[in-house]
């Protein structure tokens, strides 16, 4: 059987269910907090993973055993208003889960603009393990959760889109830099608003 093969298995009978679990857990632990935009959890496509096993890091393959060194097979997205509800959301998620890596993304510079958002990886809970009955030790051991704000999401669809589709011409210079400045327009909009919902929050 083939790395894809082996890999659609699991994402058919593995996978998916385990991520429709996981989101279950995510709208029941938020339900009835304010300014949520949306809330999913899915499984990496078969196509992606397969992309992503196959990359090369220095003339070698990045992984050995993709199948356990992958952590994103299954992934979750909670989309809020306001860069203010970021720290709320995150802070619930955590009294449930405990997260095992953390990484706010931004760019390295203070001077350049592009990704924003604020990634977790916790540990996948144990009844989500559980339910995959014979199939458990396929669940990976943990999920990745990404908490973002509607500016910074749509910034980073938009982004993907139209620099990140396989087989396009890369972007140029002069393309890349009004990526950058629609991501600072998003991130002004991000201040102003969260400026707002905390003036007028008192």
């Not at 949520?36 to 055993?65: E, N």
């Not at 990976?140 to 749509?154: G, R, V």
Request: net charge negative.
């Amino acid at each position: 059987m083939t790395l894809s093969e082996e890999y659609a298995d699991r994402f058919a009978s593995v996978l998916t269910p385990s991520a429709s679990l996981i989101q279950k857990d995510l709208v029941e632990w938020l339900d009835g907090e304010p300014r949520i935009d949306r809330i999913s959890a899915r499984a990496k496509s078969v196509d992606r993973f397969v992309a992503k096993a196959s990359k090369m890091s220095s003339g070698k393959p990045k992984y050995d055993d993709p199948l356990n060194e992958i952590q994103d097979q299954i992934g979750a997205r909670i989309i809020v208003f306001y860069e203010y509800d970021v720290d709320r959301v995150s802070d619930i998620i955590n009294r449930y889960l405990k997260p095992i890596e953390f990484k706010m993304m931004s760019p390295e510079s203070q001077w350049t603009f592009g990704y924003f958002g604020k990634h977790f990886i916790y540990l996948t809970p144990t009844h989500i393990v559980e339910s995959a009955g014979e199939k458990r030790e396929e669940v990976p051991f943990c999920f990745e959760l990404q908490i973002k704000t509607l500016f910074q999401h749509a910034w980073s669809e938009a982004n993907h889109d139209l620099g990140y589709k396989p087989g396009e011409q890369e972007l140029d210079p002069e393309h890349e830099r009004m990526l950058a400045f629609a991501s600072a327009q998003a991130w002004g909009a991000d201040k102003t608003f969260s400026q707002l919902v905390k003036e007028r929050a008192g």
